[in-house]
C-alpha cells in the first residue's frame, strides 16, 4: 500500500500453438509452464532453471525443491520415463524416496500419459543441466519419516488418469483437465483435512488458507465464489492478475500469474472459465455479500497525504495517520486509486471486502510482486526487511481496521496477535503440532498399520 510502480521486463518465451501441437519438446515445455513447474523449481531470480532449492514454508518445515534439470549427477538425467512418471504422478523418486505432497501429485497423478511423454522429453532435451545439489529438507520427527508416505498415498493419493466426460463439451473437458490437473489449481483453493490431504468432494474449490494468505473460494456461487463475474473478468484476471473494481493477485496467485497462467493460450483460458462456471456452488458461512461489492471510496480527505513513508517517522502513528503516509499516495486519500485502475481502489476491492481479513493483512507485510504482459507491479511490503519501514504488529493491525473501516467490509476486525501469527506463516495445523518423539512413533506406527491393513484387502481382493 506504499507507491508502487511498473517496470518493463521481459516476458517469458512461450512456444507457438503450431509447435505445441507438432514439437514434442515445445509440447512439454508449454505443459511445463501450464503446470507452473518453475514456480517451485527454481530460486526466484535466479538464471538456473529448475536447479531446485526453492525453500517452500510448509507448516512441518522448509522443503528444497529438487534439481530437476537433466544433470545426471544432481538431477534427474538418469531417470528413465518410466521412472520420471512415477515421481510425476506418485510422488517416488528414482531410487525409491517418496516426495512430500508439497510437490503437487495428487492433482498430477491424473496427468496423461502423452503429457507425461511430451514433459519427460523437454526435461531431458530441452533443459540445460545444472550440476549443482539443491540443499537437503531436514524436517523434524516423524515428518522425516519420508516411509510414512506410503501410508498417506495409500489413504489419499487416487492414481487415477483423466478421462473425458462424454456428456460435456472438448473445452469443458479440456478446461477441467488443466484446473484439476495440470494448475492444480485445488491444492490451494480446496481446504484440507487434519492429515493435510485435500477434502475432495462437497468442499471443492470452496477456499483454503494457504501459510499467511487466504486463498478464496473459486466455485460458482454468486456470493462467495465467481458467480458474479463475467467470462471477460475472469480471463483478464487469469491473464494479468487485475481486474478495476474486482480483484488483483498477490502472493502465490501472483506467483501463478507470473510463471504460469498469463502464458497460456487463449483457447486454454477460455477452457479454464467454462469449466469453473460448472464448479458446484459453495457458500461461504456468513457471507451475505460478494467481496467485491463492499465498501465505498471515503468522502474526507485525510489530513496529511502523499509523503513517502521513507521521510517520515512512523514509529508512533497509527490507522489514519499510517495510511496517509503510507497508502495515499498511490491509493488516493480516497482509497478510489487512481483513474487508470494500475493503483488500484480499496473499495470494491476482495482483499478489503473478503470474509477473511488475511490478504489484506499479508499485502501489508509482504507487499505485492506480480509481472504480466511485461509489466511488473509492485508494492513493497511493511513486514522485516522492508525498503521503507517496518511497522509493529500492532501498527498493521490498526492500519488494516483503518482501511477496513473505510473502504472495506466493516464487520472484520484485525488484532496485532493475528497480525503476528500471519507474520510467522500463518496457523499452525493441529497435525504440524505432532513433532516430538511419543507422538511422533504413534503417527509412523499408525501409519505402518495402515499400509498392512490397505496391502492385506488388495490380495483378498485379488483372491
Known sequence: MASAFAQEKTPVATPAAGQVQSDPVKRGQYLAIAADCAACHTVPGSAKLFAGGYAIDSPMGKIYSSNITPSKQYGIGNYTEAEFARAVREGVNAHGTHLYPA????????????????????????????????????????????ASMAGWNLLFLHNQRFAPDASKSAEWNRGKYLVDTLAHCAECHTPRNAMMALEDGAASYSGSQLGSWHAPNI????????????????????????????????????????NSLQHLTDADVRAIVAYLRTIPAVRTPGQAAPSYAQ???????????????????????????????????????????????????????TAVGGASVDNLVAAILFGVDREAGGKHVLMPGFG????????????????????????????????????????????????????????GIAVVIVLALVVLLLARRKRRARH
Open 103 to 146: 510437490m503437487p501429485y495428487p492433482s498430477y497423478a491424473a496427468m496423461t500419459d502423452e503429457d507425461v511423454a511430451a514433459l519427460y522429453a523437454y526435461f531431458m532435451q530441452g533443459v540445460q543441466p545444472v550440476d549443482e545439489a539443491a540443499p537437503e529438507t531436514r524436517l523434524a520427527f516423524p515428518f522425516n519419516v519420508r
Open 384 to 439: 522485516p526487511g522492508s525498503e521503507v519501514q517496518a511497522l509493529s504488529d500492532a501498527q498493521v493491525a490498526s492500519l488494516a481496521n483503518y482501511v477496513l473501516q473505510q473502504f472495506g467490509n466493516a464487520a472484520l476486525s484485525v488484532t496485532a496477535a493475528h497480525v503476528a501469527e500471519l507474520r510467522e506463516g500463518g496457523p499452525t495445523p493441529a497435525l504440524a503440532k505432532l513433532a516430538g518423539p511419543a507422538v
Open 295 to 349: 465498501g465505498k471510496a471515503a468522502d474526507t480527505d485525510a489530513d496529511t497525504i502523499g509523503l513517502r513513508p521513507m521521510q517520515v517517522n512512523m514509529a508512533d502513528m497509527k490507522g489514519e495517520e499510517l495510511y496517509a503516509n503510507a497508502c495515499a499516495s498511490c491509493h488516493q486519500s480516497t482509497g478510489e486509486g487512481t483513474r487508470d485502475g494500475f493503483y488500484p481502489s480499496l473499495a470494491h476491492n
Open 219 to 258: 466455485t460458482s456461487d454468486a456470493v462467495s465464489g465467481l458467480g458474479g463475474w463475467s467470462d471477460a473478468e475472469l480471463a483478464a484476471y487469469l491473464k494479468t492478475g487485475h481486474v478495476a473494481g474486482k480483484a488483483q493477485a498477490a502472493g502465490p496467485m501472483a506467483e501463478a500469474v507470473t
